[in-house]
C-alpha cells in the first residue's frame, strides 16, 4: 500500500471512531433526556390526584354538580398512568415507556389508582358527601401520591445513576480515542519517516548511479586502450603471454573491468543475450578470471556438454562476484571453496538447475543476511556494494533465484535458474546465435 493510502486510511479511521463515540455520547444523553420526561409525567400524577380531591372537597359547600369535573379529572389522571406504563407524545414531547425494572412500582401505583377511583365514584352515586367519607377518601389519596412520588424517586435515582454511567462512559470514550489518536500519530510518523527515507534513498541511489556510470564509462575507455596496448605486446612477444606478471596484469585488467561492469549492470537496463552454454564453463571461465589465493582451496565441477539457455557473460559477471566474496570471507585463514551443480542432467521444460557456491569463511551473522542483497550495503572495506546487487538482478531477469544462508559452518550462496529461457516471464531478453 502507497504511504499516502494509508495515511488517508489511519486518518478515515479515526474519523471513524471519533464520530461512532460522539453518536454513542449523543444517543445516551437523549435516552437520559426521555427518562427524564419519564419522571415529569410520574410526578404529574401528584397534581392530578389532588386536583380529583379538591373537586371532591368543593362538592362539600356546592349544591351544583361536580360530578363532571371529578369525571375529567379522573380521567386525565388515568390517561397520565397509561402513558407512565406504555410511553407516548404528549405535546410534542416523547415519552418512553417504563423500564421492566420499575414493572412493580407500578402495579402499586395502578392498584392504587384504581381503589381511589372506586371509592371517588362509590361517594358520587351515594349523594352522601360528609366530612368524615371526603376525609377517608383523602387518606386513599395520599396513599396514591405516596406511591407515585415513590416511583419518582425511584427513577430519579435511576436518571442520576444513568447520568454518572454517562460521565465515566464520556471518560472511557475520550480517553480510547486519545490513546488511538496517540498510536495512529505513531504509525503516520512511521510511515511518514520509512517514505521520506526511501524517497532520500532513492534520491541518493540516482545521483550516485549516474556518477557511478560516468565514471564507470571514464574508466572503461583507458581500460580498454590498456587491454589493445597488452594484446599487441602479447602477439609481438609471444614467449611473454606466459610471464606470471603479464598473466597477474591480464587479469588485474580483467579484475577492473569486472567492477564497472557491476557498476553499469546496476545503474542501467542491459538486455540479455541468451544462448545455449555449457554451466561448468561459464564456472570454469569464472574461476580463470580470479587469482585465487595458495591458502584456498577450490572444488570445481568437470567440464562437460550439458547446457542451458543464459546469458554466458552475465552469468560470468555473477559467479565472479560469488567466488570474489568467498575469497574475501576467507582471507589469509587456510579454506575452501565448493562449487555444486544439481539436477544438470533433467530437461524437463520448467525444470531448474542449482550451483551451489559454499566456502568456509565466517559465517554471515543472521541481522546482516537479509541485507545482504541490499544495493550499497557492504561489510567489507573495499568494494562498491552493488556487486550481490546487480548479481541478484541478472538472476531474476533469468527468471531464477538467489539466496544465502549458514549451514554446518559454511557460508551457502545458491542460485537456481531455468534451464529453457522463457522471455514470457520477464527480463530485457535479445536472442544470441546458436
Same mark, same amino acid.
Given at each position: 500500500?502507497?504511504?499516502?493510502?494509508?495515511?488517508?486510511?489511519?486518518?478515515?479511521?479515526?474519523?471513524?471512531?471519533?464520530?461512532?463515540?460522539?453518536?454513542?455520547?449523543?444517543?445516551?444523553?437523549?435516552?437520559?433526556?426521555?427518562?427524564?420526561?419519564?419522571?415529569?409525567?410520574?410526578?404529574?400524577?401528584?397534581?392530578?390526584?389532588?386536583?380529583?380531591?379538591?373537586?371532591?372537597?368543593?362538592?362539600?359547600?356546592?349544591?351544583?354538580?361536580?360530578?363532571?369535573?371529578?369525571?375529567?379529572?379522573?380521567?386525565?389522571?388515568?390517561?397520565?398512568?397509561?402513558?407512565?406504563?406504555?410511553?407516548?407524545?404528549?405535546?410534542?414531547?416523547?415519552?418512553?415507556?417504563?423500564?421492566?425494572?420499575?414493572?412493580?412500582?407500578?402495579?402499586?401505583?395502578?392498584?392504587?389508582?384504581?381503589?381511589?377511583?372506586?371509592?371517588?365514584?362509590?361517594?358520587?352515586?351515594?349523594?352522601?358527601?360528609?366530612?368524615?367519607?371526603?376525609?377517608?377518601?383523602?387518606?386513599?389519596?395520599?396513599?396514591?401520591?405516596?406511591?407515585?412520588?415513590?416511583?419518582?424517586?425511584?427513577?430519579?435515582?435511576?436518571?442520576?445513576?444513568?447520568?454518572?454511567?454517562?460521565?465515566?462512559?464520556?471518560?472511557?470514550?475520550?480517553?480510547?480515542?486519545?490513546?488511538?489518536?496517540?498510536?495512529?500519530?505513531?504509525?503516520?510518523?512511521?510511515?511518514?519517516?520509512?517514505?521520506?527515507?526511501?524517497?532520500?534513498?532513492?534520491?541518493?541511489?540516482?545521483?550516485?548511479?549516474?556518477?557511478?556510470?560516468?565514471?564507470?564509462?571514464?574508466?572503461?575507455?583507458?581500460?580498454?586502450?590498456?587491454?589493445?596496448?597488452?594484446?599487441?605486446?602479447?602477439?609481438?612477444?609471444?614467449?611473454?603471454?606466459?610471464?606470471?606478471?603479464?598473466?597477474?596484469?591480464?587479469?588485474?585488467?580483467?579484475?577492473?573491468?569486472?567492477?564497472?561492469?557491476?557498476?553499469?549492470?546496476?545503474?542501467?537496463?542491459?538486455?540479455?543475450?541468451?544462448?545455449?552454454?555449457?554451466?561448468?564453463?561459464?564456472?570454469?571461465?569464472?574461476? %580463470?578470471?580470479?587469482?585465487?589465493? +595458495? *591458502?584456498?582451496?577450490? &572444488?570445481? /565441477? @568437470? $567440464?562437460?556438454?550439458?547446457?542451458?539457455?543464459?546469458?554466458?557473460?552475465?552469468?560470468?559477471?555473477?559467479?565472479?562476484?560469488?567466488?570474489?566474496?568467498?575469497?574475501?570471507?576467507?582471507?589469509?585463514?587456510?579454506?575452501?571453496?565448493?562449487?555444486?551443480?544439481?539436477?544438470?542432467?533433467?530437461?524437463?521444460?520448467?525444470? %531448474?538447475?542449482?550451483?551451489?557456491? +559454499? *566456502?568456509?569463511?565466517? &559465517?554471515? /551473522? @543472521? $541481522?546482516?543476511?537479509?541485507?545482504?542483497?541490499?544495493?550499497?550495503?557492504?561489510?567489507?572495506?573495499?568494494?562498491?556494494?552493488?556487486?550481490?546487487?546487480?548479481?541478484?538482478?541478472?538472476?531474476?531477469?533469468?527468471?531464477?533465484?538467489?539466496?544465502?544462508?549458514?549451514?554446518?559452518?559454511?557460508?551457502?550462496?545458491?542460485?537456481?535458474?531455468?534451464?529453457?529461457?522463457?522471455?514470457?516471464?520477464?527480463?530485457?531478453?535479445?536472442?544470441?546465435?546458436?
Amino acid at each position: 500500500m502507497m504511504p499516502l493510502h494509508s495515511v488517508v486510511l489511519l486518518v478515515g479511521i479515526q474519523i471513524m471512531l471519533i464520530s461512532a463515540s460522539f453518536s454513542i455520547l449523543i444517543y445516551a444523553e437523549a435516552q437520559n433526556a426521555l427518562n427524564g420526561n419519564l419522571i415529569n409525567i410520574v410526578g404529574k400524577n401528584r397534581l392530578l390526584a389532588n386536583t380529583i380531591q379538591l373537586e371532591l372537597n368543593r362538592a362539600l359547600f356546592h349544591d351544583y354538580d361536580v360530578h363532571q369535573h371529578i369525571d375529567i379529572a379522573i380521567t386525565n389522571m388515568e390517561n397520565n398512568i397509561h402513558i407512565v406504563k406504555n410511553g407516548g407524545i404528549i405535546d410534542d414531547v416523547e415519552i418512553p415507556p417504563l423500564p421492566p425494572e420499575f414493572d412493580s412500582d407500578y402495579d402499586i401505583l395502578y392498584m392504587k389508582f384504581m381503589l381511589y377511583k372506586s371509592m371517588v365514584y362509590e361517594l358520587l352515586e351515594s349523594r352522601d358527601l360528609d366530612f368524615d367519607s371526603v376525609e377517608g377518601a383523602d387518606v386513599v389519596n395520599k396513599a396514591l401520591i405516596d406511591a407515585s412520588d415513590s416511583l419518582t424517586e425511584k427513577l430519579g435515582h435511576n436518571s442520576e445513576t444513568i447520568a454518572v454511567q454517562n460521565m465515566f462512559l464520556q471518560i472511557l470514550l475520550g480517553s480510547t480515542n486519545i490513546v488511538i489518536l496517540i498510536i495512529m500519530v505513531i504509525f503516520m510518523w512511521r510511515i511518514i519517516k520509512k517514505y521520506t527515507a526511501q524517497t532520500i534513498r532513492t534520491e541518493k541511489f540516482e545521483v550516485i548511479g549516474k556518477f557511478a556510470s560516468m565514471m564507470a564509462h571514464d574508466i572503461r575507455n583507458p581500460l580498454g586502450s590498456l587491454r589493445n596496448s597488452i594484446e599487441i605486446i602479447q602477439r609481438s612477444n609471444p614467449s611473454l603471454s606466459t610471464d606470471n606478471e603479464m598473466v597477474r596484469i591480464n587479469r588485474s585488467i580483467k579484475r577492473i573491468s569486472h567492477q564497472v561492469e557491476g557498476v553499469l549492470n546496476y545503474v542501467r537496463a542491459v538486455p540479455l543475450i541468451v544462448n545455449k552454454e555449457s554451466i561448468t564453463s561459464i564456472l570454469h571461465r569464472s574461476a %580463470y578470471m580470479m587469482t585465487i589465493p +595458495e *591458502n584456498i582451496t577450490i &572444488t570445481l /565441477p @568437470d $567440464e562437460d556438454d550439458s547446457t542451458i539457455e543464459c546469458d554466458a557473460e552475465k552469468l560470468e559477471f555473477v559467479f565472479v562476484n560469488l567466488l570474489l566474496n568467498a575469497v574475501q570471507a576467507i582471507g589469509d585463514d587456510t579454506g575452501r571453496i565448493n562449487v555444486k551443480i544439481s539436477d544438470k542432467n533433467n530437461y524437463e521444460p520448467d525444470n %531448474y538447475i542449482t550451483i551451489t557456491i +559454499e *566456502n568456509s569463511g565466517p &559465517t554471515i /551473522p @543472521d $541481522e546482516v543476511i537479509p541485507h545482504v542483497f541490499e544495493p550499497m550495503f557492504t561489510t567489507k572495506m573495499q568494494g562498491t556494494g552493488l556487486g550481490l546487487t546487480s548479481s541478484k538482478n541478472i538472476i531474476e531477469l533469468h527468471n531464477g533465484a538467489i539466496s544465502v544462508s549458514n549451514a554446518d559452518g559454511m557460508v551457502l550462496f545458491i542460485v537456481r535458474i531455468p534451464k529453457v529461457y522463457n522471455k514470457k516471464r520477464g527480463g530485457t531478453y535479445r536472442k544470441g546465435k546458436v
